[in-house]
């Protein structure tokens, strides 16, 4: 059973930039597709992005492509997401997931494990 910790969150002003990082314990990382979600309040939870066991292909959210980066290191079973670009409406908590196996996917129903999250705020 794989364990999910999120840390790295914060207040960041637009244009600025963060990093958020999620590290895995108590499981095999490299079974595991990992991704990111984040949920605003009133809203449901989206996907941001996602990355399979290698690295090797991603997906993102249209509203992350071209400001944010997925990678992992499978030596020190973390998946972090770098990003760039903050605008306000980035502004939501960030979860990190953990599916089982193929293939890469981006709903968060096929993610059985969850961080508790951690807060960005992206302020004007």
């Known amino acids: 059973q794989v364990q999910l910790v999120e840390s790295g969150g914060g207040v960041v002003q637009a244009g600025g930039s963060l990093r958020i990082s999620c590290t895995a314990s108590?499981?095999?990382?490299?079974?595991?597709?990992m991704g990111w979600f984040r949920q605003a309040p009133g809203k449901e939870r989206e996907f941001v992005a996602a990355i399979n066991w290698s690295g090797a292909t991603t997906n993102y959210a249209d509203t992350a492509k071209s400001r944010f980066t997925i990678s992992r290191d499978n030596a020190k079973n973390t998946v972090a997401l770098q990003m760039n670009s903050l605008k306000p409406e980035d502004t939501a908590v960030y979860y990190c997931?953990?599916?089982?196996?193929?293939?890469?996917?981006?709903?968060?129903?096929?993610?059985?494990?969850w961080g508790q999250g951690t807060q960005v705020t992206v302020s004007s």
């Open positions: 108590g499981g095999t990382f490299v079974n595991y597709c």
């Open positions: 997931g953990a599916r089982f196996g193929l293939p890469l996917v981006t709903s968060s129903r096929d993610y059985g494990h």
